[in-house]
């Protein structure tokens, strides 16, 4: 079995003193930089990239930067928990029910299998991405404009869905994400939209200053409202760790978590944001108490938080059986690959087999060490949630400011993320869960891009989205999904009668 | 607070109406064949007014326990949160990060929450401290300079 | 007293004398003392961010200060060169990808926040590079021929262009006007986004540039048909140009080149034009070039901002032909 010659192989390359520090490394500064606001992965690998021309070894490169990657998502989390501050796209999912655990004393446990279910779904990932690669990758290619498509309007319905409370409610914020993501440059037609003469917003806003707006400020905003002076832990903080029950609890959800994000993950675009999503509706319809996800069901963390990282495991794949990057963190480690002369694609694994299995066996590795490094610091992170709130407060006023600014270098983007707070505030008060928001920012510009591009291709014929299997099959689902809501929510009126009439 | 979700909605729906006007005039519509920048804006303009129209609806009737949304003495801290973030932001890059970063901690501790001088103060050179140690020595982030080291 | 006042008279000047020479001396110390930052307005990845990068290792060899690679993407790269052109002009701030759609093609289709011919002092050109239009390795088409022959039976022909009013869409209507055929251009988030499509063989056709297509030509995804350019392209030798095949479509391709603020010391400029000559000249930089497949083509100030106004002229002239607005 050559892949398990060249895994060996990949192992002894990988188990070298240099190469396990270098993974080590970027397990540390990829944790790190989930945790900040702001930095996101794909910044920090181009920020490091001058390193990967002093170390000989490409091989050595590449591990670091893919832990600074995979790190990352393990980072993520633990703002989304603690603060409700979503460090990217993916991890807004994990803030809807993790911060409840939060508020409610359970941090420890939503961080503890939060770390956990990653490193179970990143090695799964990693296993699936060793024996499927090549067959996988070029199903990812199936995917054009229709597909893309029908994936990301189904992605759209399931952000609706979360909403919970009111459909309504979940509909309007989704049609304001989709207006938000439409400020700026129109990709189709070059036309530049909504920015009334602004410089700064040709732009268009940015996904961390609107999160953070929205979910961290926001939720400032109105905390601030109660003059008591109090810790975001109202109730005495429980056990640090997950107990046996919650591991019982979380099994299934992370190994569903798992499967797909390694499925979608491999589709370049928004596979980690997509699984999440996907994962959190799965679990929700798969579970006995569909009514406590909202409220900190472990489930809709474990879930969520297991496909992103399986996400991001598998979107490695097309970048090394193809040569095709599927998000910007991924486009660095591909840039940093070309200049060390080294073209990544189906050639890889023959014409450098140690950098293709080399990398490959360090993710087990990194994997390993994020779960070592990432679950005593939850202890630490969990005292953080005792500070008070009203030195809390102001603190994550400064971090998310200066965090916003390091992206672009604008103070524009301070007082852009201050009008997402004041919107996040409002959207508290009157009742709204803010969830769909960043989802519909993320999601809207792909529907839109592809809804236009496959009219352009079909010439303006509708049926191309079902007459091409993958898409068929996508809208299918669809259809069927809202139809069976229909149904169920036509049923219970029809229940609620029932029983008025019969006393 | 029913009340006020209905006001809330007429905007939305105002909004919507206005979008879809700036759709259609500006942006251009397009066809639905071939669609031009104003037609995704056009529907979500149609969307929001909508939604506002049935968000109204639903938000019909009287409150259970009415609860005004601008209660007195409860929303000033809020707004005034929002303020001094406002004049953070413009002293950012006109006066200089640690000086900008040490007042508004100053003036959040004082004026929000209230705090004694003492703890201010120490919780303010804490704080902007260890932000200027992380994001500017380790990470490099360039921020402006003091207006003083000019 | 009064020799005292003598001494103190002297320690003065003493004082002042050594602090002017002083002062001298630094001031005449050579540009440069601290690292520069090169500005690319594109995201990482992309092909001027990889022209940049690979700058930026060969750089120390022929400088006593480091370029550091700094990436301001936004508005198609307008944010990114607006930045320099506000810039200090002492030579610490420059910017890679000069010559890029915003520079070139843009100005003639939208208002621009300042003129990229006029508002910036441009110091030497690194490469062009060509538009390489391909076709899905799956298609039975196999030259432009080909490509005529299937549109004029009726067929349509969908090509894959990075972004509306870019440089490839550009190429692709050129074609279809001189070459008397219809095509459907299909925009998309950029380079990579647009060639991915057609690897999975979604389109008839696409274009790009070398150091994105090599990759997918090299797996046999990608079967080149044509270059649009005035000559072949020298990493895909065996490539007829289109005009070779009778369609009289040839552009300026993708150049690439750097430049400074307005105002920047005329000293300064001839040091980055010539250090940049010297690192065009590396052995290793050229290895790597030929690697991410973009041609050397180096051009010194003057040749390259008299280059600058005869493209933009070029392309003016070619979207007043093909009647693009926006």
């Known amino acids: 079995m050559e892949i398990f010659s060249g895994l060996l192989n990949g192992f002894s390359i990988a188990l070298t003193g240099t190469n396990i520090l270098f993974a080590f490394i970027g397990a540390l500064i990829g944790t790190a930089v989930g945790v900040l606001p702001g930095l996101g992965p794909a910044a920090t690998i181009a920020l ?7 170390i000989s070894s490409p091989v050595t490169a590449i591990i670091m930067m893919a832990g600074i990657f995979y790190g990352s998502m393990y980072g993520g989390s633990t703002t989304s928990i603690l603060l409700n501050l979503p460090g990217e796209a993916a991890s807004v999912v994990t803030c809807i029910d993790g911060y409840q655990m939060a508020k409610k004393g359970r941090a420890g446990a939503a961080l503890g299998i939060s770390a956990i279910g990653s490193f179970i779904a990143g090695t799964v990932a990693v296993i699936g991405l060793t024996l499927f690669a090549p067959p996988l990758a070029e199903f990812a290619l199936d995917f054009g404009p229709p597909e893309y498509f029908a994936l990301t309007t189904l992605g759209l319905l399931l952000a609706v869905t979360l909403s919970g409370r009111s459909i309504v409610k979940g509909l309007i914020l989704l049609v304001f994400g989709l207006l938000f993501a439409m400020v700026g440059l129109d990709p189709i037609s070059g036309k530049i939209r909504f920015t009334f003469g602004s410089i700064g917003l040709q732009g268009g806003f940015d996904f961390v200053t609107m999160a953070m707006g929205v979910f961290g400020l926001g939720e400032i905003l109105y905390n601030l409202e109660t003059t008591i002076k109090t810790e975001i832990v109202t109730t005495k903080i429980g056990k640090v760790f997950p107990t046996l029950k919650d591991w019982a609890d979380s ?10 994000g390694f499925f979608i993950g491999i589709i370049p675009g928004g596979g980690a944001v997509i699984s999440s999503l996907a994962s959190y509706a799965i679990e929700k319809k798969y579970s006995k108490h569909p009514e406590e996800f909202g409220e900190g069901a472990i489930q809709g963390v474990a879930g969520p938080e297991s496909a992103n990282n399986a996400a991001s495991s598998s979107s490695f794949i097309p970048l090394l059986t193809l040569g095709i990057p599927g998000n910007a963190a991924i486009a660095m480690i591909f840039a940093a690959l070309m200049i060390q002369g080294i073209t990544p694609g189906p050639f890889l694994v023959v014409e450098h087999p140690d950098v293709f299995w080399g990398v490959i066996a360090s993710m087990y590795l990194g994997n390993g060490m994020l779960l070592v490094l990432n679950l005593p610091l939850v202890g630490l992170w969990v005292q953080m949630l005792r500070v008070p709130y009203g030195i809390l407060a102001p603190v994550i006023v400064l971090f998310t400011t200066i965090g916003v600014y390091s992206v672009q270098n604008q103070v524009f983007d301070i007082y852009s993320m201050l009008f997402f707070a004041v919107i996040g505030y409002g959207m508290r008060k009157l009742d709204f869960d803010p969830a769909p928001l960043p989802l519909a920012f993320v999601l809207g510009p792909m529907v839109e891009r592809s809804l236009r ?5 079909s010439g303006g014929d509708p049926a191309i989205f079902v007459t091409r299997p993958i898409s068929g099959t996508l809208i299918a689902i669809f259809v069927l999904l809202i139809a069976g809501q229909c149904i169920l929510s036509i049923k219970r009126k029809m229940g609620r009668k029932k029983k008025s009439v019969n006393p | 607070m029913k009340k006020s979700e209905r006001i809330a909605a007429m905007f939305i729906t105002a909004g919507g109406v206005w979008i879809m006007f700036y759709a259609w005039h500006t942006l251009k519509l397009g066809s639905i064949q071939v669609p031009d920048a104003g037609l995704m804006p056009f529907l979500a303009g149609a969307g929001l007014s909508i939604l506002g129209i049935a968000w109204a609806w639903i938000s019909r009737g009287k409150d259970e326990r009415p609860r005004r949304f601008f209660e007195p003495g409860i929303w000033s801290r809020p707004v005034f949160s929002v303020a001094l973030m406002v004049i953070y932001a413009l002293a950012f890059e006109n006066i200089g990060y640690i000086t900008s970063t040490l007042a508004f901690m100053v003036a959040w501790q004082k004026l929000i929450e209230k705090e004694r ?3 201010t103060i120490a919780i303010s050179i804490l704080a902007a401290a260890a932000m200027y140690a992380l994001f500017v020595y380790f990470l490099k982030v360039p921020i402006p300079p003091e207006l003083f080291l000019r | 007293m009064k020799h005292l006042r003598k001494v103190s008279l002297f320690l003065t000047l003493a004082l002042v004398v050594t602090l002017t020479v002083g002062g001298l001396c630094f001031g005449a110390e050579q540009y440069p003392t601290k690292p520069i930052q090169a500005i690319v307005p594109f995201s990482p990845g992309g092909s001027s961010d990889l022209l940049a990068r690979t700058i930026e290792k060969i750089w120390p060899k022929y400088s006593p200060q480091p370029m550091v ?10 944010l990114g060169e607006e930045y320099v052109v506000r810039s200090k002009p002492d030579g610490y701030t420059i910017y890679i990808g000069q010559g890029s759609g915003h520079d070139l093609v843009m100005p003639h289709l939208q208002k621009m926040p300042f003129d990229p011919l006029k508002d910036i002092a441009p110091v030497a050109r690194i490469s062009i590079h060509s538009i ?6 799956k298609s039975p088409l196999k030259s ?4 005529v022959d299937f549109a004029n039976k009726g067929n349509k022909v969908t090509a894959a262009v990075s972004t509306a009013a870019g440089s490839v869409d550009l190429v692709m209507r050129a074609i279809s006007k001189r070459a008397n055929i219809p095509i459907t251009t299909v925009p998309f988030a950029g380079g990579a986004d647009s060639t991915t499509a057609l690897a999975g063989g979604h389109l008839a056709i696409g274009g790009g540039h070398p150091s994105e297509v090599l990759p997918h030509i090299k797996a046999g995804r990608f079967r080149p048909i044509g270059v649009a350019l005035d000559h072949r392209d020298a990493t895909l030798p065996n490539v007829p140009t289109l005009k070779e095949q009778g369609i009289n479509v040839a552009t300026w391709g993708s150049v690439k080149g750097v430049a400074a603020p307005l105002g920047t010391p005329p000293e300064v400029i001839e040091y980055l034009s010539s250090t940049l000559k010297k690192v065009c000249q590396d052995t290793e930089f050229k290895k790597i070039m030929t690697q991410i497949g973009q041609p ?4 010194n100030t003057k040749d390259w901002a008299a280059f600058m106004q005869m493209a933009y002229k070029d392309y003016g002239d070619l979207i007043k032909e093909l009647g693009i607005k926006l």
């Open chain 3, 69 to 78: 690679v700094i990436n301001k993407p936004g508005a198609g790269g307008v």
């Open chain 1, 251 to 260: 099994k299934w959800a992370i190994l569903r978590g798992s499967a797909i």
């Open chain 3, 132 to 137: 390489v239009i391909c076709v899905s390795g």
């Open chain 1, 453 to 457: 591009q496959s009219l352009l291709i």
């Open chain 1, 48 to 54: 490091l990239l001058p390193i990967t021309y002093i």
């Open chain 2, 117 to 119: 001088w003492g703890k």
């Open chain 3, 144 to 147: 432009m021929k080909d490509v």
């Open chain 3, 296 to 299: 050397i083509d180096y051009l």
